[in-house]
């Protein structure tokens, strides 16, 4: 944890005058902006998540959990900050999440299309076993036979510690276009780095963290 610094507000001036740290409305920690989520006040006076930091206007800044996201709320911390009323919709939270989700399958999707995605048991396998598996995909519904198998495979590739990444079947669908995914490999790659880093944004928000083939479940 970092402390607060007298030369870092709570309030930016707009996206692209975001330095690389902000202060978090909430704790009043300044962390870097990749553990923060921005809000901006939008045309219609309501708050919006601003997921990627590019929506125009002055934001503020959440350490990106989603009980700090509730304290904020609780608290009115966005009307402080802002200096102004601000109607808060019902299930910002939820909303906030599932952008995160969103944007997590969005860079899903680029991977994929960037062939550093190999979809199917047998391509996860022999990309465990061959070392050369960045993260395991999964999906919820996936069989614990399958998990134990590619454990297995893990294991004699020396891959155990690679993060697995778990969505839900359909969300594997739509984002790799293709029909009952349940096990894919990600390859090394820029667009499989930016997939990682969205996806533990997403799980640090949920209040967890990416699940290891190392680990029992």
């Not at 990749?34 to 939008?42: C, K, M, N, P, T």
């Not at 090394?188 to 209040?207: C, D, K």
Request: glycine share 8%.
């Amino acid at each position: 944890m970092i402390a607060a610094r007298s030369d870092i507000a709570d309030l930016d001036d707009g996206a692209k005058r975001a330095g690389p740290e902000r202060m978090c409305i909430v704790t009043r920690d300044v962390r870097p902006i990749a553990e923060l989520i921005r809000f901006v006040v939008g045309p219609d006076n309501a708050l919006v998540p601003d997921i990627k930091n590019r929506l125009p206007g002055r934001g503020v800044w959440v350490t990106a959990r989603r009980d700090v996201l509730d304290q904020a709320v609780k608290r009115g911390a966005f009307a402080k900050s802002l200096k102004r009323a601000i109607p808060l919709a019902e299930g910002l939270a939820d909303a906030t999440e599932a952008l995160l989700a969103q944007s997590a399958l969005d860079a899903l999707g680029i991977a994929y299309k960037s062939r550093l995605v190999a979809p199917g048991f047998t391509k996860a396998e022999k990309a465990l076993e061959s070392g050369e598996a960045r993260g395991l995909l999964q999906a919820a519904e996936a069989a614990p036979d399958g998990v134990r198998k590619l454990k297995s495979a893990a294991r004699r590739g020396d891959t155990e510690n690679v993060p697995v990444l778990i969505f839900a079947g359909s969300q594997l669908d739509l984002a790799l276009g293709r029909a009952n995914v349940i096990h894919a490999a990600l390859l090394a790659g820029s667009a499989s780095e930016t997939l990682l880093a969205r996806y533990v944004r997403l799980e640090g928000f949920q209040g967890g963290e990416s699940a290891k083939l190392a680990e029992d479940k």
